[in-house]
């Protein structure tokens, strides 16, 4: 239902592989409930990206220069978008639990849960349901909108987009009151609604325990530095048993035990540090016990050179593994990115916000599912058509012949070069020469000597 036909036979393609018809009807938006088939609206709204049109303008302009009419109509369409009963989280999940699987077989690296949170602006339309005054630290002010906290799923190569929520202020004068107070509270709508209210270091958990209960798992859970408290990670570790890895403020007020002492991280760096790591980036480690709430979090301490500044700073990483070393420690972290460039992609190019204008806050949470699953269709197909392992036993096939070829190519170059080397130097016959291969050949390990007899050309020679 898309109206470009390179991105509709595309996004069919997709609807198909993964059964987006049969993961709608779990999530409740079927024909019984909005009348028309709901895969033909929901593939229709995550094309619509394609068209560059927003849904008022495409009812506007495009029934005139569209010879197929849609089979529904724009009241259609907020109907389904501001429906409290639709589960769109169940619908995200199930996807990203179909999706996943397709990946894992294309890296052997560890997979990685990231979260992060970033602006939802809405400052334009003051009357939606439970806006909030959320801090820009962008622009340093305070803007009407919801923080969109995030979790995301990655490989190193792919990041797809599991679970969201919209937080508003827990402050009720920070915060506007739904203007619909007649929804039923028992609805998947009322409860999201309770949910924007919750703050949203629970709701971080939360979100780790129904990835983990829906099959997606992942080996560690990344952080910037604003949700990298000893609080948090305790908790995640002692309900989810996920190790994190994350980024620490240099706050004066927690204290690490090191060798007996209770030292803040300026301290520790002092402790730590040595001149002859200061040409390197990874400039010290060490391990150390946190004291927390739910009692001592030992973590492993890594100093990074701060390579944005061209003084002496640095920059602290943790991790809750105390096994893995220094050097993957920065490496699994730089994954963390991922979720910084679906944010910036989503704004700039998938919609949000300025798509949809509706004051509801279950369209709101609507429009971002569907964003997330337009995010999740272009990152398969990037992958698909960037990374040649997509094409399954082919592509092995032809790593096998490509391994064989080359090999062969070297062994006849070497025996080549040898035996010119000895009809030039001791004017051997050629008949002397094949004498002495095969008396070499003799020699060599039996498995190596078939390889060298089955994948080599030999060119004059004649070995058997």
Not at 145 to 167: A, H, K, N, Q, Y
Not at 220 to 233: A, M
Not at 321 to 330: F, G, I, K, R, Y
Request: aromatic letters at 10%.
């Amino acid at each position: 239902m898309v109206p470009q036909n390179h991105a509709q036979s595309s996004l069919t393609a997709f609807f198909r592989q993964f059964g987006l018809g049969r993961l709608l009807a779990q999530a409740g938006v079927c024909s019984r409930t909005i009348g028309v088939p709901g895969t033909a609206i929901i593939q229709f709204l995550v094309g619509l990206v394609c068209t560059e049109r927003n849904l008022w303008r495409w009812f506007t302009e495009a029934p005139t220069q569209s010879p197929e009419p849609l089979p529904f109509q724009k009241s259609t369409v907020y109907a389904l978008l501001k429906n409290p009963h639709l589960n769109w989280r169940r619908l995200l999940l199930a996807l990203s639990y179909v999706t996943i699987p397709w990946l894992r077989p294309l890296t052997q690296r560890d997979a990685v849960f990231i979260v992060d949170d970033s602006l939802f602006d809405r400052h334009r339309r003051r009357a939606v349901d439970f806006l909030s005054k959320v801090y820009d630290h962008g622009e340093h002010r305070y803007r009407w909108g919801f923080r969109w906290l995030t979790m995301g799923w990655s490989d190193g190569s792919t990041f797809l987009p599991i679970l969201f929520s919209l937080v508003g202020s827990r402050k009720a004068s920070n915060r506007r009151q739904a203007t619909v107070s007649a929804i039923d509270r028992r609805t998947v709508g009322a409860r999201r609604r309770r949910e924007a209210e919750e703050a949203a270091p629970t709701l971080v958990v939360r979100a780790l325990q129904d990835a983990l209960r829906a099959g997606i798992t992942a080996r560690f859970v990344l952080f910037d530095r604003w949700f990298t408290t000893g609080k948090l990670v305790a908790e995640i570790v002692r309900t989810t048993g996920l190790d994190v890895i994350g980024m620490v403020k240099a706050s004066p007020h927690i204290r690490y035990t090191y060798r007996d002492r209770h030292l803040t991280l300026n301290p520790l760096y002092r402790q730590v540090v040595r001149p002859r790591w200061a040409r390197t980036d990874l400039i010290g480690s060490c391990i150390a016990t946190l004291t927390t709430d739910a009692g001592p979090l030992p973590v492993k301490i890594v100093f990074v050179r701060d390579r944005r500044t061209e003084s002496k700073q640095w920059l602290v990483l943790w991790s809750t593994d105390l096994t893995v070393t220094d050097d993957e420690v920065v490496r699994i972290y730089g994954k963390r990115w991922a979720i910084e460039t679906f944010f910036n992609g989503a704004k700039s190019l998938l919609g949000i916000p300025r798509e949809y204008q509706g004051r509801s806050y279950e369209g709101c949470v609507a429009h971002v599912t569907l964003v997330c699953i337009r995010y999740q269709w272009l990152a398969l197909e990037a992958r698909q058509a960037d990374d040649p392992r997509t094409i399954g036993d082919l592509f092995y096939a032809q790593c096998q012949e490509l391994a064989d070829l080359t090999f062969g190519w070297v062994v006849d170059q070497i025996l080549a070069a040898f035996a010119a080397t000895l009809q030039d130097d001791l004017e051997l016959t050629e008949a002397q020469i094949e004498h002495l291969f095969v008396r070499f050949l003799e020699r060599v390990p039996e498995r190596l000597r078939d390889r060298i007899v089955r994948t080599a050309s030999m060119g004059l020679l004649k070995v058997s």
